[in-house]
């Protein structure tokens, strides 16, 4: 199994930074891909990032502002947000695919306003 626990979210004004960081309870090294997604009240939950050892993907509407890392040694995933913007407002949720199953953790709020 996997837990994940996110942090770093909170209130920043549109055109800011934020960057979120993601603690797994074991070696990420073992882990695929882990990324981010967010989810606001009525919608689907959508991807924002994924990484893999060798690789990473972005939705469209973030490339080039946000930027997804990993560091093994820490066990722990980041996403560094730049020029921020109202509608990214979200919950943010830290996600591992491990041994064929999904984990998210529990989110992370971000609300982009001014």
């Known amino acids: 199994q996997v837990q994940l626990l996110e942090s770093g979210g909170g209130l920043v004004q549109p055109g800011g930074s934020l960057r979120l960081s993601c603690a797994a309870s074991?070696?990420?090294?073992?882990?695929?891909?882990m990324g981010w997604y967010r989810q606001t009240p009525g919608k689907e939950r959508e991807l924002v990032a994924h990484?893999?050892?060798?690789?990473?993907n972005y939705a469209d509407s973030v490339k080039d502002r946000f930027t997804i890392s990993r560091d093994n040694p820490k066990n722990t995933v980041y996403l560094q947000m730049n020029s921020l913007k109202p509608e990214g407002t979200a919950n943010y949720y830290c996600?591992?695919?491990?041994?064929?199953?999904?984990?998210w953790g529990q989110g992370t709020q971000v609300t982009i306003s001014s």
């Open positions: 074991r070696n990420i090294f073992s882990i695929y891909v």
């Open positions: 996600y591992a695919r491990f041994a064929l199953r999904d984990y």
């Open positions: 990484i893999t050892s060798s690789s990473t």
